[in-house]
């Protein structure tokens, strides 16, 4: 960079601008093209999530709400939108098929609640973004993953996420997203299952642990 | 971790530009001839194999007790205290100055489109955005990606080989690491401004690695206090991100992948046994 270069700000600014719209746009266009995908789609799935998604987004963006309200307003869309029991024994992995009926119960309990503890301390970070379904891919029937893109709100940059859905017609409920090709239900039963392995398999020894964790959160939080 | 590598000649600073066009050219005709792509099989969303884990878990364990002390309070005290322009505008300069790899990468992995994104914003963003400061490209609706070298490997066909943790690095696999030195020594940036021997180089890499930290913050607070098992948790995170990264730089279908998730209600399969 010389510095005669460098003494035309404008010109420079001008053309980099002239550059940057000009290879932009084409470049834009080239992306539908590349997107247009023939796997069979879910408009019932896809219409579902667009629908759920963006109600929780704009439930948690309503500065008119405390976080009490917010919070208790999150827990019912949860049992509403999401197949709980279903992940519930989904993050046991191979352990789901082990478990003691009681033993089932005191998870059940502990890992809603360390559930909540881990989410809820987020829900402040919405800032009315907005969901848009980009399209969905039936992976069998009744098990569809609809992909999204989430913007705006104080995001610097568009974020991709895809929700999996089991059901069917109009009546579905998530059990995973996926962000940046990590899935949570799938990366929350490799730790489970990882805790019980290291224990012998004895799945006591995660209840218990799950259990301590969720004393320590609800102490952070009360500070 | 940029360092030693990054020590070549400076008399070779010219020599590559002439073998990388030739490289470019090499491969632009190659996928001219190589037609339309095949449908592809998603990589495996399994674990990496992990047959080092006792060595790793104490890596792991050892990090994340060191940086507790000593690395995280200076950190949540710059995500607290400094000023959110002055953060951003830093972290836009880092990234900036990783366009250049990114291009070569880009290219290296056949995503013509993508090295045309990468070269307009490092265009725009090192001139109207003052050095980088500012994502002018970004904000006209050129988001940045970020492509690397064990990304590339991945992308031709080379696989994890086993999990490694490297001590105040964080997660990696043979091939990601090997990926990562070759990105430092071949980096565009430290050949042209100054490699680890020059003062650039220094506060670069410096800045580089800081600026890492920053950026993984939230996920580092989110393992070690949300998790069962947070070495099993960063590992699952990592194979599944990097799997995802190498799947779209081969162009795997979305239906692809989406086909190669495990059944829900069906546990994913197991590590494989490293391959030797």
Known sequence: ?223 | MESHLGEVDRNRVRRPSGLELAAAVALGLASLAAGPAVAQPATSTALIPDPWEGMNRSFMKFTLAVDGALIAPPVHAYRRYMPQPVQTAIRNVVYNLYEPRTFANDVLQLRFKNAGVTTVRFAANSTVGIGGMIDVAGKTGLPGHDSDFGQTLGRWGVGTGPYIFVPFYGPSDLRDGFGKLADSVGDPVSWSLGDITTTFGQVRTGVDVAQARVDIDDTLESVRHDTADPYATMRSGYSQNRAFKIDEARGVSAASQVNALPDFGAEPSAPAPAKP
């Open chain 1, 1 to 223: 960079m010389s510095s005669r270069r460098i003494s035309h700000p404008i010109l420079k600014a001008a053309a980099a601008a002239v550059l940057a719209l000009g290879v932009a746009a084409p470049l834009n266009a080239l992306a539908p093209v590349a997107a247009m995908a023939q796997a069979p789609r879910d408009m019932g799935a896809e219409q579902f999530v667009q629908t759920q998604a963006q109600r929780v987004i704009s439930v948690l963006s309503d500065k008119s709400q405390s976080s009490a309200d917010k919070i208790r307003a999150f827990r019912g869309i949860v049992d509403e939108v999401a197949d709980v029991p279903r992940i519930t024994s989904f993050v046991l992995g191979k352990y789901a098929r082990t478990i003691t009926p009681a033993q089932h119960d005191r998870f059940a309990k502990v890992f809603r609640q360390f559930a909540q503890n881990v989410y809820e301390t987020r829900l402040g970070d919405f800032h009315g973004e907005t969901v848009k379904v980009t399209g969905s891919v039936v992976r069998k029937p009744g098990d569809v993953v609809v992909n999204t893109t989430i913007s705006g709100g104080k995001l610097n940059q568009p974020v991709q996420a895809s929700w999996r859905v089991l059901g069917g017609g109009s009546s579905w409920k998530v059990v995973d997203v996926q962000v940046s090709g990590i899935w949570l239900a799938i990366t929350q039963q490799q730790d489970f299952v990882s805790t019980i392995d290291n224990a012998g398999g004895n799945i006591d020894v995660l209840i218990a642990q799950l259990e301590k964790q969720v004393q320590q959160q609800n102490g952070a939080r009360a500070k």
